[in-house]
């Protein structure tokens, strides 16, 4: 057992380890040799099709839902087309209106959940075309969609899922520079720009980890509360709940993510001395936004982790309590820098209280009932 952790403790802890290696996969062959656009020769999708999609729904559960939520914003920027999301519990259950020119996402790291896989055939019984995001070549979901696009992260054992769903974020940095690249909607050269920073995570991923000792003290710090909230705006956001659940799941302890303009509209209530609020602030044309919201807990007493971009120590620093810094990216790519110190504080806090990290309670890695 210990040889298949190669070293590593715990499962989770080599899968956060392994994820520079999952970025380097999944990217591989994927991009044209002079780095100015995607090549996904695997999609079956024709340019002709992808010209008819008028909207997108991406549908999951879990953490693979939280990488849809970015999906999103990057499908929407980068191809203009509008994307909604749902969790695939939700999703056949509110008549979701469903149409030819739909393009239905469903992502699943092992492609069997059942309820993924109910809504991809609801998707496909309305006559929409489904794209798989999967780790598991041969599972259901892949079997059953139109299109697949596997993410090579390898086998995911630890029940909370990181490199699956950073692997996720991969494929659709690509797949939205796919459909840019066919619909025209960005230039050259803000493709090629995009494709340059991507080709820099895995390195950028690789400095963060050298950095965990930092987090595990924040995390044991963390470790000692009843309960934090994550607060964020845009993509950030998106973040914020990936790493609000991934620390639920395996340390317990409660928390919220929030869309940080709409703490004042209730849960601000919440907010009290040393209560830890951990802020991710990556989005520069929404700095001065996030800093106020950060204003309003700090007011309250509450002890605020500022998750930044290097480079904007001093601007962000002076607002928080503690700043961790992840490396200089473009504003889309952030997410894929700045789960992993989420990732590994909820990793550090579960260790810290001494459970189950790999195998937390009442949890499945796969959940292929209803
Ligand atoms: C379970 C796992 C989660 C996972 C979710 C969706 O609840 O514990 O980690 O995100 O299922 O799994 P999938 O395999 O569809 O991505």
Do not use: W
């Amino acid at each position: 057992v210990t040889a298949e952790k190669a070293g590593f403790d715990h499962f989770m802890l080599k899968e956060i380890y392994e994820q520079p290696k999952a970025y380097r996969d999944t990217m591989l062959g994927r991009i044209a040799e002079d780095g100015k656009s995607v090549n996904l020769q695997e999609l079956k999708m024709t340019e002709d099709y992808v010209k008819t999609i008028r909207k997108v729904h991406i549908v999951a559960c879990g953490t693979a839902y939280h990488a849809g939520m970015v999906g999103k914003t990057v499908i929407e920027s980068l191809a203009r087309i509008p994307v909604e999301t749902d969790v695939a519990s939700e999703y056949r259950y509110r008549s979701p209106i469903i149409t030819p020119d739909t393009l239905v996402i469903v992502v699943s790291q092992s492609g069997e959940t059942a309820d993924t896989l109910a809504a991809l055939r609801e998707a496909k019984r309305n006559g929409a075309r489904v794209l798989a995001i999967t780790n598991v070549v041969g599972s259901s979901v892949a079997r059953e969609a139109d299109d697949v696009l596997v993410t090579l992260a390898g086998p995911e054992i630890a029940v909370a899922s990181t490199k699956a769903y950073t692997s996720q974020l991969i494929v659709f940095y690509l797949f939205g520079l796919h459909l840019a690249g066919i619909l025209g909607t960005k230039d050259e050269a803000t493709v090629a720009g995009i494709i340059a920073a991507m080709n820099e995570l895995p390195e950028q991923v690789e400095s963060i980890l050298e950095n965990a000792p930092v987090l595990k003290q924040v995390a044991e710090s963390i470790s000692h509360h009843k309960s934090l909230f994550f607060i964020g705006r845009g993509v950030d956001y998106a973040v914020a709940q990936e790493g609000s659940l991934k620390l639920k799941e395996i340390s317990y302890i409660h928390s919220e993510a929030y869309a940080a303009g709409e703490l004042k509209h209730g849960t601000l209530a919440l907010i009290e001395d040393g209560i830890p609020v951990i802020a991710l602030v990556t989005q520069e044309e929404l700095y001065e936004k996030t800093l106020s919201n950060i204003k309003e807990v700090k007011a309250r007493g509450a002890h605020v982790l500022g998750l930044a971009n290097a480079g904007s120590e001093v601007e962000v620093g002076k607002s928080v309590d503690e700043l961790f810094a992840i490396p200089k990216t473009l504003p889309l790519l952030t997410p894929a820098l700045s789960v992993v110190p989420l990732q590994l504080i909820s990793y550090y806090a579960s260790l810290a209280l001494g459970h189950d990290v790999d195998k937390p309670r009442n949890l499945a890695k796969s959940v292929t009932v209803e």
